[in-house]
């Protein structure tokens, strides 16, 4: 059996994790974590970056950074994860559904515009699969209109737009580490800051609405409650894990890449042929293999499609339940303009195996038996 996702293990976690044990100290902000930040900043170029305990606590922060209110209206695809929602929903906003492009399944940038109404305050682009939404348009269109850009950069480390890292291009930008994502502590996200204004403000809300950070760098001499907050930091065990990935990071990327390639390669013919589409990259945006997946004829085509893999021993999925027709999506959030592209495309999507431990000859099996199933078309 070929899973859909194995964790990503490269070898020196568990090592790590006991050097974290053995410092004894295995709550937030120790010695990993540092690392960690540290790594981020200077591989992405953000000014500030923060590891949380996931990227839905990582979008929650921004949105308490931005003092998101409720009433306000926030600017998102409908094809997303549900936490790119409920961050704003928390805060009482209402998320503004706007159809994606069909290539990248991204949000359609020339649809962004027409959405804006007075109580708009922020538009959270999602990098699907890696690749980078239309950076350039969306940063203008905030600019013009006054708004902020928060960017769902859960599935983007390591990708990046025109040169530069996704999640160091809006004001704030989110990474998961969720077990499911390139680089994995379980669970676990950063928070990415392009603004020294919000810093103090994060470290802050971030630590249970303390000015914990500071005492710690012993910028004050004792520490107390000064903001509301939360807890968003995760423990020192967890950051150890992701560290043995980071510090990897350049050599996971490349071999997620060669498969990737490999299933692109070995499956082109079908896509020439009319059978199925494949992702495409636009100009300008390197990804960086986070998901593969092939669009089949239609929901119908990919059901068939769903099971004959499972009789190959391939476990391959779906994604996502277009949010404004989820309840919760029908309850606090509405969609703007005609949904020409969201259901149609997110019916005929399938998602073969990619993670670190796929080997390129399971990716040549896989490949031949998606040739098997359309062969008898
Ligand atoms: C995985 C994912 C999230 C949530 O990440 P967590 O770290 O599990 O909170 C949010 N948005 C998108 C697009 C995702 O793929």
């Known amino acids: 059996m070929i899973c859909f996702n194995v964790p990503p293990f490269t070898g020196k976690e568990m ?19 540092k690392k960690c930040n540290q790594w981020i900043e200077e591989n992405t170029g953000t000014l500030k970056a923060l590891l949380t305990t996931s990227c839905t606590h990582a979008t929650e922060l921004a949105a308490l950074l931005m003092d998101v209110k409720p009433g306000d209206e926030v600017i ?16 009482g906003a209402v998320p503004v559904f706007v159809d994606i492009r069909p290539d990248t399944m991204n949000i359609d940038e020339k649809k962004i515009e027409a ?12 990098h699907y699969a890696g690749v980078s939404c239309e950076m350039d348009t969306i940063m203008d269109i905030a600019k013009r209109h006054n708004l902020w850009v928060i960017e769902d950069a859960a599935q983007g480390v390591m990708s990046t ?18 077990e499911t ?27 249970k609405g303390t000015n914990r950070s500071k005492f710690f760098r012993g910028q004050i001499d004792k520490y107390t409650w000064v903001n509301f907050g939360s807890s968003y930091l995760p423990s020192d065990m967890n950051a150890a894990y992701l560290w043995a990935q980071l510090e990897l990071a350049e050599e996971m990327n490349r071999k997620r890449l060669e498969c990737w390639n490999r299933y692109y390669e070995n499956l082109k013919e079908l896509e020439e042929n009319g059978y199925i589409e494949l992702p495409t990259i ?39 339940i277009p949010l404004h027709s989820a309840p919760a999506g029908l309850k606090y959030g509405r969609f703007h303009g005609e949904d020409v592209y969201t259901t149609k495309e997110s019916e005929r999507l399938a998602r073969l195996p990619m993670y670190y431990a796929l080997s ?17 078309r």
């Open 15 to 33: 090592q790590y994790m006991k050097e974290a044990v053995d410092a004894q100290k295995i709550c937030g902000d120790g010695q990993f974590t």
């Open 76 to 91: 998102m695809p409908s094809f997303t994860f549900v936490s790119t929602a409920d961050a704003f929903v928390l805060r």
């Open 115 to 126: 959405a804006i109404t007075e109580k708009t305050v922020g538009i959270v682009p999602v």
């Open 161 to 178: 737009y025109k040169g530069k890292a996704l999640g160091a291009i809006g004001d704030f930008g989110c990474y998961s580490f969720h």
């Open 181 to 207: 994502k390139n680089y994995s502590m379980g669970e676990g996200g950063a928070i990415l800051i392009q603004n020294e204004k919000y810093i103090e403000e994060a470290e802050i809300i971030r630590e």
């Open 282 to 320: 636009p100009e300008g945006c390197v990804h960086n293999a986070h998901m593969f997946y092939l669009k089949a004829k239609d929901l119908e085509e990919r059901t068939e499609f769903i099971d004959f893999m499972k009789k190959k021993d391939v476990l391959t999925v779906f994604h996502y």
């Open 360 to 376: 390129l000859e399971e990716v040549d099996y896989i490949s031949n038996a998606v040739k098997e199933f359309y062969a008898s």
